[in-house]
């Protein structure tokens, strides 16, 4: 049976300012540039730069006739709508901005692709119409590690299909080994075992080298997973020996495509969104300039208002001109007041972030980095846990020991032996220092590993030493052990 009933209920919902505003703080640097771009040219009311603001002292008070019909505002105050056309009150803070302010541009030269240079080297060499339509085909397929990963029967359908070239097997292997002569050495190759190869048979064949190619082509999978017994047996060669046709094969490059200063790929130039110093032993934050832009409302947009203000006659299409205008201004100042508020906020939390990791920044021992939580910023700093989260993940600061996400300074705590609460940072630091000192005719498991953290106070478990190596990026003892 239905019912019809009244229900009260409370809830909380964001408005869109605050939408705007939390979208704002979450762009690093160089996204926050574009953001502004963007809205500069969608609301012609706001502007970029400085500009002499002319303020209106009379009140816009009575815009319509009681008589005629009235939009959503009636009454229009320019003085609120132009208060901001000055300078920005949050510009004329010092620790606001860096001397970087004027940066806002990084030049980016122009090179030569890698498929371009490939083809460059083509260009030098004789091939009839089909070959040249194969080789150009290959380069093209080649990858920017510098690998032909596609099989040669693929490639000679899409040949076929898509150049309308036919040709078999035999004839683009033939233009393959050509096209692998090319530079850089081991270009075109369809495969790691492949490319080492092409790069030792250029070079000059001494004993070790030739050992080197013979260790590749016959053992290359024994050679992968370092089982050097087997391999002295397979060869009947000594250790010296291997030790050499080892370093040969240790100077090659397993990724030529990625040595190539010109390559295809996106130069991805990182902007730190904030710096800190150190000067007479203290700390010093600043935000860079560039999250501080110089806006205000438009002079033109003024004029406008003053003239219907002073119009006698205020006819209906004056009246949606004025209502548009209004939307515009209000959407203007929304931008500008997000702007103030997230450089506020990001120069908050980073400050929380800079004082409660100090003794790090002023050393750069990651052994001192404290275990730090999002939490524990959003409480010192009186914010949501969410709103540090927005900071963190996308923002770098530039420190006397390089440019660093601010997220990796971040992490769990765990109880030593004494009690304490140490870092997970400073664990792995350790550990990383116990690998990198460790026999390596012998390196040391990851029990091993755990027994030596306990000793130094950090009892852990196998697992836990195995999650960390892992997260080092540093392989297990057995692919570690060298000759």
């Not at 091939?127 to 290959?138: G, Q």
């Not at 009892?459 to 000759?483: D, F, G, M, S």
Request: proline share 4%; with cysteine; hydrophobic share 35%.
């Amino acid at each position: 049976m239905l019912k019809q009933h009244l229900q009260f209920k409370l809830s909380q919902k964001l408005s869109p300012q605050q939408i705007q505003l939390m979208k704002l703080i979450q762009l690093p640097t160089q996204a926050f540039e574009q953001r502004l771009k963007q809205e500069l040219e969608e609301n012609p009311a706001l502007e970029s730069g400085k500009e002499e603001a002319e303020t209106i002292e009379d009140e816009y008070d009575d815009l319509y006739d009681n008589d005629t019909e009235k939009i959503e505002a009636e009454d229009i105050n320019i003085d609120e709508y132009l208060s901001d056309d000055e300078i920005p009150d949050y510009r004329t803070q010092a620790n606001n901005y860096s001397a970087d302010d004027d940066e806002k541009s990084i030049p980016y030269a122009a090179g030569t692709s890698f498929h371009q240079h490939l083809m460059t080297q083509l260009n030098t060499v004789y091939l009839d119409d089909k070959d040249w339509a194969i080789a150009e085909f290959l380069i093209g397929s080649v990858d920017e590690s510098g690998y032909i990963r596609r099989p040669i029967t693929d490639i000679m359908d899409d040949l076929a299909f898509t150049q309308n070239v036919f040709a078999e097997e035999a004839d683009i292997i033939k233009v393959l080994n050509l096209v692998q002569e090319l530079d850089p050495p081991g270009v075109a190759a369809r495969s790691l075992e492949e490319c080492l190869i092409i790069q030792l048979s250029r070079k000059e064949q001494t004993p070790a080298i030739e050992l080197a190619i013979q260790i590749l082509e016959k053992s290359f999978d024994q050679f992968t997973k370092k089982h050097y017994k087997k391999l002295l047996q397979k060869h009947n060669i000594t250790e010296d020996e291997l030790k050499e046709a080892i370093s040969e094969i240790e100077k090659l490059n397993p990724k030529p495509g990625g040595s190539y200063a010109g390559n295809t790929r996106i130069i991805e130039h990182i902007v730190p969104d904030f710096s800190i110093k150190i000067a007479d032993g203290e700390l010093e934050l600043t935000l860079n300039g560039r999250n501080a832009p110089e806006l205000h409302v438009s002079r033109q947009y003024n004029n406008m208002l003053e003239g219907y203000k002073n119009s006698k006659t205020k006819s209906k299409s004056q009246k949606d001109t004025v209502f548009f205008i209004k939307q515009k201004l209000d959407a203007a100042k929304w931008f500008i007041d997000a702007i103030k508020q997230r450089q506020q906020t990001l120069y908050v939390t980073m400050s929380a972030i800079m004082n409660y990791q100090k003794e790090y920044f002023l050393t750069g021992d990651e052994r001192k980095l404290r275990p730090m939580i999002l939490k524990d910023i959003a409480d010192t700093i009186g914010m949501d846990v969410s709103t540090v989260s927005r900071v963190a993940n996308s923002k770098y600061v530039d420190t006397p020991y390089g440019t660093k996400l601010i997220k990796e300074y971040f992490s769990e705590s765990m109880k030593n032996e004494q009690g304490e609460d140490v870092s997970t940072k400073e664990i792995k630091k350790i550990l990383e220092n116990v690998i990198s000192e460790e026999e390596k005719r012998k390196p040391l498991t990851d029990d091993k590993l755990a027994a030596i953290l306990k000793e130094k106070g950090y009892p852990i478990a196998r697992r836990t030493v195995a999650k960390y190596r892992e997260q080092l990026n540093i392989p297990v003892a057995r692919l570690r052990k060298q000759i």
